[in-house]
């Protein structure tokens, strides 16, 4: 261990600095308004929404509206602010290792030019123990961001739910829940300490929970929302527990504090090496887990296919764009303790990038034996978001941010075009009830059609650009570009590009049984009205034009000052935050990923829509799969559809296993001691009281005390029927009497005297 | 000193008294032998007081007379009233305080 | 504005109920509104009683007991009448007052049966005294007697208006409190006489404590007694097993108070007593007290997962609750008996209303067997709401107020007191945490198969059933909107606490730096050596 030495608490310069702010421009400074307005939209509808014309569904749009104004200035007010660097920076009197501290202090800046500053403001929540506990708004790149996304795709969403849930038995109900989510989510962007942001999180989770079992009257959409709500619980065991860890950690390195939730600190404590190593590895090991639970990571995942339970909107903005990134969120927002605690820098492997790597390949593999479209989308979910914790895990913090900022807008079109689709034909089936939709819904089918490509990752749209600097960030690749990340992460380059192939295949079956060949539902499905087709339109709009904001740098086709704009606002360059290296752009890595990607297009292609195809005019039906398909001719291949069919038998183990098990065997143990031996000795220690009091009783007091009593009675009374016969009632014998007693008496005094 | 003499007399009195007393049937005659006791014991009071050459002795003789004739009376009237309820005055039967 | 109250208000509050229950006894059983009306007004003075108080209680100094008197009671056993309100009773003794009016108002047209409004308000207004009366005794002869005032009212009320199998719930009630009644006298006797310190008062005996006198055997066995005799009351495992037969048996309103203050008279004996009298003690039960504790914590979960009735099964949730609780109590810290303080407050709001709704549930559908109960959302919306509020806060949700019971005490459990063993507090901690998971999963379950889902055909038409009546609202609104508001601003109470809990904790137990130990001659109980420093390495370092 290295010798501990203190430096001097000041505010000029001494100590330890976390590249905040106190000062900044007054959107910055209060962007509290933005979750306040969705939080007093829901007390609004909750208590007045059923009088309101439109039941309250337009207090709902409005509050969001304005939210969504205000991210847009609060965005241009960090722009203005981004640069603008006065050296008003807020310093922390601190304890650190001096080695990690003179390591640390030149990587100020991490090479992104000069510092940014976050705007930090707080107030008192409550105190205990003399610590006072602060709630307050921490605004940064990620911050703004976030901000941006949550509150454009709420309104989008909103607007569309105005159509979608329209005439909804719980309309009014519908729209408060979406609007505290909002407010939820908004207040978990902005979160200036853990315990906030682990409030925030668990609201979502509660309003996740609520509009998964919208339709509570069927017990599979409860079920889902208990399986969504207690997976989840699951995980936040590991963020209750991680905070705590990272709260006491910080309290031992601070002087005179008792511990400390602030994420600025934490992060600017863990990065000065002031933190034990072993500490920030289990935190960090505890917040993987909420990660996991949180963002569908695999083995954690199974409740969000599940999820799909709930109304389609719901689907699109907790359950693809805005909820399930809170985990990757959290983990760029303590990337500091992420960035130590696995030691992503100069590692080739760690648990956060094999996880993440895992999730892609296992959830883009589940995607293909789907019927539903829902699921299918709802497993591209979990794939790309293993992909955004993937990236995280190699070191690549802003890709990272960018797929999870251009996902929002492609994945949210694609699940509000399904949920266009099912408007028209009433099921998410794709193989019953879809096939050449695209006659019928031309402006579903176009959006659906970019958000495809945007999801496979074909350029110019944005899932390519964010997809290849992933690729880029894992450092793995090494021809003519491609290197100098955080470490050598060979296997999740390759993970990355297994998935962008199976990626592209699985996006091209869904479209083709969902729009192509001929229609195999019933009656006559038809267009939706403007308010769905609308946000689907903005949303492929920007799932076009996203990619642009971060043109890799180097990229000659555009100017210099149009390269790196996403990374340059988003990325903190602060004391709170890392200092991570930047991979070089590659040429030929963008060429191998677009290759492969039209591989995993052209492959899919064929099978469906020349071999089915050919099949189905051969049928004379419009068919989904083969008839002697790869799966009736190889048992290896059936095998496989079998695991995926079961979900690798997952569920098979959590419901079967572990929740029936508790439920059932375990519980009933418990209880069964319960019942049978606390409670009995219990009684038995009542029962034989209440024997000894009988045996005491019967023996003792019935027998012995009282028999006392009674022989004493008998014994005066026996002697009072003798001594009655000298009660003759004759004068005479009783004078005789009193002659003799009193010469017996003469005689005593006689003898004695 | 005649003092001997005296207590004899007066023992012989206390005796036949005695044994009216407890013999005798007739209330009216136990009444009598009762009075021959407490007459026996007169008589030692005034020999004891003449002896010791006080006037306790006769002072307490007096009294005992008085008392005597107090009882007698008392004693008569019962016996009286005896003889009016039952036409006997046979003490043997007159058990009624028999316990 | 000058403090009216300060001398006798504390004893206006305590014995208004005692008074109310007199004038009841003179008016004739038939006038049974007039009866209600004087319970009620009675309730309502003294719950008015208790805003004046906390409008004077000076906020600033939590650690002073304010509004205090001191008088000698019984002489010749120097027992004292000292009571006097500081920041640790103030949040219980003002739920108390809020818990009887609004239990007073729900019970107002459904009394159980055999109804009998007379008895039964005067029942409920002399526990009412008896509550109050425990919360602001700072003597210890005075807190035993009204310890017990407590325990008769509730007798009767559970053996006379109880379900099915009350004489033995009742029973088993009266017998085990009594039981471990009579320890806890034992030990308040022998910590009189050992001690010698010719006083009952809280303070007198810390201090005669403090200054030796008592060996630390004598002090183990003490605070052994005491354990038992609050740990009953609390119920800590394994000592819970008539709690849930008191509950289940109980009627409604039964059950709220003895969930919503009942029980927190044990833990408030352990932060108010045994603790503040016998830190060193406390330091050596810490872990066992823990243990069982967080044993509860699971025990108590797994138990509601077996459960087939409603309201038993809220009644073994309690046994969860309270494990938090005492795991925050046995920290030792500030931070963890504040956490604890808010828990007891918490849980008698939220399991108090999960109460209420059993009892409603029970009115209107005449059982409370979950397999036939379900649909209570399409039956009754706004109570299927309600139901799934105090669910939501009852499974620890933040913003509500369940959660700031249940995450400071997981918190605190990771940094307990000096001399506590730190590698166990923290096993105990995950363990803790995995009790929030399976909080979930009882509560989700039960709601899920009671609200959601369509009515069973048994009751699908049955008009009785009907949304929330107005006593029922009015009963549980104050409730509702605390749950929200300290969970929305939980420095409600902490404010409140935090300054008398640091004042009544030794100093010994949160000294932070060697030097200041060996300045108080904290000894080996507390996990230093002779010269101050501190024997488990581990603790300073906090890894």
Not at chain 1, 150 to 163: A, F, G, I, K, N
Not at chain 2, 77 to 96: E, F, G, H, K, P
Not at chain 3, 287 to 312: E, F
Request: charged letters at 10%.
């Amino acid at each position: 261990m290295t010798e501990l030495f203190t430096i001097a608490a000041s505010t000029d310069g001494g100590g330890l600095a976390l590249g905040i702010t106190e000062g900044g421009n007054w959107f910055l400074r209060n962007v509290w308004l933005i979750p306040l307005l969705p939080a007093l939209s829901f007390v609004g509808i909750l208590f007045f929404g059923k009088r309101m014309p439109r039941g309250g569904s337009e207090l709902g749009v409005a509050s969001l509206g304005i939210a969504f104004l205000l991210a847009v200035v609060t965005g241009a007010a960090w722009v203005d602010h981004r640069d603008d660097y006065h050296g008003e920076e807020v310093y922390r009197a601190v304890v650190v290792h001096d080695a990690h501290a003179d390591a640390h202090a030149d990587d100020h800046g991490g090479g992104h030019g000069h510092p940014s500053l976050a705007v930090h403001r707080t107030a008192t929540w409550f105190q205990t123990n003399g610590v006072e506990f602060t709630v307050g708004t921490l605004v940064d790149g990620p911050a703004v961001m976030m901000l941006l996304v949550v509150t454009l795709v709420s309104l989008l969403v909103h607007v569309y739910s105005t159509d979608y849930v329209h005439g909804d038995r719980r309309y009014t109900h519908f729209f408060a829940f979406l609007s505290l989510f909002s407010a939820s989510m908004l207040l978990l962007v902005v979160s200036e300490n853990t315990l906030q942001l682990l409030c925030a999180w668990e609201l979502v989770g509660v309003c996740s929970f609520v509009l998964i079992g919208h339709w509570w009257e069927e017990k599979p959409n409860s079920d889902a929302a208990l399986k969504a709500f207690l997976t989840n619980r699951v995980g936040d065991m590991g963020l209750l527990v991680g905070v705590t860890v990272l709260f006491f950690a910080v309290g031992s390195a601070l002087p005179d504090r008792f511990g400390s939730f602030s994420i600025a600190e934490t992060n600017a404590l863990a990065s000065s090496g002031a933190l034990s190593h072993t500490t920030l590895l289990i935190a960090s090991c505890c917040l993987m887990a909420a990660v996991m639970s949180k963002s569908g990571q695999f083995f954690l995942h199974t409740w969000l296919p599940d999820a799909m339970a709930g109304p389609t909107p719901v689907s699109a903005l907790i359950h693809a764009a805005t909820m399930v990134v809170a985990g990757v969120f959290m983990i760029a927002r303590m990337y500091g303790v992420f960035f130590e605690g696995f030691q992503i820098d100069g590692s080739s492997i760690n648990l956060m990038a094999f996880i993440g790597g895992l999730t892609t390949i296992v959830g883009a593999c589940l995607a293909f034996v789907q019927r539903d479209i829902k699921k299918v989308l709802a497993y591209s979910t979990i794939s790309q978001l293993g992909y955004m914790v993937m990236a995280l895990g190699v070191g690549a913090w802003t890709a990272a941010m960018f797929h999870l900022f251009t996902h929002a807008f492609f994945k949210a079109c694609l699940f509000l075009g399904s949920g266009s689709v099912s408007h028209a034909v009433h099921s998410f089936d794709m193989k019953s009830d879809m096939g050449g939709l695209r006659k019928h819904m031309p402006h579903t089918y176009r959006t659906f059609m970019i958000g495809t490509v945007a999801l496979a990752g074909l350029p110019p749209l944005a899932g390519f650009w964010s997809k290849d600097e992933i690729l880029v960030g894992t450092g793995g690749w090494g021809l003519l570009g491609g290197t100098g990340g955080n470490g050598a992460y060979t296997l999740m380059l390759g993970m990355g590009m297994l998935t962008a192939a199976l990626t592209a295949a699985y996006m091209t079956r869904c479209v083709y049984l969902t729009f192509f060949g001929e229609f195999r539902g019933h009656g006559q499905p038809h267009e939706s009205g403007p308010r769905i087709t609308v946000p689907l339109w903005i949303l492929a709009g920007l799932a076009v034009v996203a990619g642009f904001m971060n043109l890799p740098k180097g990229f000659q086709m555009a100017p210099g000052s149009f390269q790196e704009r996403f990374g340059h606002f988003v990325e903190p360059v602060a004391g709170y935050f890392p200092a991570i290296s930047h991979g070089t752009p590659s040429w030929s890595l963008a060429v191998v990923s677009t290759l492969v990607v039209v591989g995993g297009i052209a492959a899919a292609g064929w099978y469906y829509f020349v071999k089915v195809e050919a099949a189905s005019k051969t049928a004379g039906t419009s068919l989904t799969e083969l008839p002697d398909g790869p799966t009736t001719k190889y048992p290896l291949a059936r095998m496989g559809h079998t695991l995926l069919a079961n979900k690798y038998y997952l569920d098979h183990l959590y419901n079967g296993v572990v929740v029936d098990g508790t439920k059932g065997p375990v519980a009933r143990f418990a209880y069964r001691i319960n019942q049978q031996v606390i409670d009995r000795t219990v009684d038995l220690v009542g029962e034989t009281a209440v024997k000894a009091g009988v045996t005491v009783y019967e023996k003792v007091d019935q027998l012995v005390v009282d028999g006392a009593v009674n022989a004493s009675g008998s014994a005066s009374s026996a002697t009072g029927e003798e001594l009655r016969k000298i009660n003759s009632g004759k004068v005479q014998s009783y004078a005789a009497i009193l002659f003799a007693a009193a010469t017996v008496l003469a005689g005593v005094l006689i003898v004695i005297v | 000193m005649l003092l001997n003499q005296f207590l004899l007399l007066s023992a012989v009195l206390f005796a036949i008294g005695v044994y009216g007393v407890l013999a005798r049937r007739n209330g009216v005659l136990v009444l009598m032998s009762i009075e021959l006791i407490l007459n026996a014991v007169n008589l030692n009071l005034v020999a004891f007081g003449a002896f010791r050459e006080t006037v306790g002795g006769e002072v307490f003789a007096l009294f005992v007379i008085a008392v005597a004739a107090a009882e007698v009376g008392v004693g008569l009237a019962m016996v009286l009233l005896l003889y009016r309820n039952r036409r006997s005055i046979d003490l043997t039967q007159i058990d009624q305080l028999r316990g | 504005m000058e403090n009216l109250l300060d001398g006798w208000g504390i004893t206006l509050a305590t014995f208004s109920p005692l008074v109310g229950a007199a004038v009841m006894m003179l008016i004739p059983r038939e006038r049974e509104d007039r009866h209600k009306m004087v319970a009620l007004v009675t309730s309502l003075w003294v719950a008015f009683v208790g805003v004046l108080l906390l409008l004077w209680f000076d906020l600033d100094h939590t650690d002073h007991l304010q509004f205090a008197v001191d008088r000698v009671w019984i002489d010749v056993i120097s027992s004292h009448y000292s009571v006097g309100i500081d920041g640790m009773s103030l949040p219980l003794i003002l739920m108390t007052m809020l818990v009887v009016p609004a239990c007073i108002v729900y019970s107002w047209n459904h009394f159980p049966e055999p109804a009998n409004p007379k008895a039964f308000l005067i029942l409920i207004l002399i526990l009412e005294t008896g509550m109050i009366g425990t919360f602001v005794a700072q003597d210890l002869v005075l807190f035993f007697v009204f310890f017990e005032v407590v325990l008769l009212p509730m007798f009767f009320m559970i053996a006379v208006w109880g379900g099915e199998d009350r004489r033995y719930a009742s029973l088993k009630f009266f017998l085990f409190t009594l039981f471990g009644s009579a320890l806890m006298l034992v030990s308040f006797l022998a910590l009189f006489f050992l001690t010698g310190a010719d006083t009952f008062t809280f303070t007198g005996l810390a201090d005669a404590v403090a200054h030796g006198g008592v060996s630390r055997t004598a002090q183990l066995w003490i605070f052994g007694g005491m354990f038992l005799g609050f740990g009953i009351k609390v119920p800590m495992f394994p000592f819970h097993t008539w709690l849930p037969d008191a509950h289940t048996q109980a009627p409604t309103v039964g059950s709220v108070i003895l969930a919503a203050v009942l029980l927190k008279l044990g833990t408030y004996g352990f932060i108010r007593i045994a603790i503040p009298i016998l830190p060193e003690a406390a330091v050596a039960w810490a872990p066992w007290i823990g243990l069982l504790a967080v044993v509860g914590i699971i025990y108590g979960a797994l138990g509601c997962l077996a459960q087939t009735d409603m309201k038993r099964l809220i009644a073994f949730s309690s046994v969860a609750h309270m494990g938090f609780v005492m795991l925050g109590i046995a920290t030792l810290t500030d931070f963890g008996i504040n956490a604890a303080i808010m828990g007891m407050v918490a849980h008698g709001l939220i399991t108090g209303m999960l109460f209420f709704l059993a009892g409603s549930v029970k009115e209107r559908y005449h059982t409370l067997e979950i397999s036939r109960l379900g649909g209570l959302l399409v039956q009754a919306p706004r109570m299927g709401w309600i139901f799934g509020l105090c669910a939501m806060a009852s499974l620890g949700l933040p913003g509500l107020a369940g959660f700031w019971g249940e995450f400071p005490a997981i918190l605190s459990a990771y940094n307990p007191a000096n001399g506590v063993p730190v590698e166990t507090f923290r096993t105990y901690m995950v363990v803790a945490a995995l009790g929030t998971v399976l909080a979930a999963g009882y509560l989700l379950w039960l709601l899920q198969r009671a609200a959601f889902g369509a009515p069973t055909s048994e009751f699908a038409d049955d008009p009785h059933i009907t949304d929330t009546t107005k006593h029922e609202w009015i009963s549980w609104t104050p409730l509702l909107a605390l749950i929200v508001a300290i969970g929305i601003y939980p420095n409600l109470v902490f404010r409140v606490t935090d300054g008398a809990v640091d004042a009544s904790l030794a100093p010994c137990l949160t000294v932070e730096t060697g030097e200041e130990a060996e300045a108080l001659g904290c000894g080996e109980a507390y996990g230093f050596d002779d010269h101050g420093s501190e024997i488990d390495d581990e603790h300073a370092t906090g890894n």
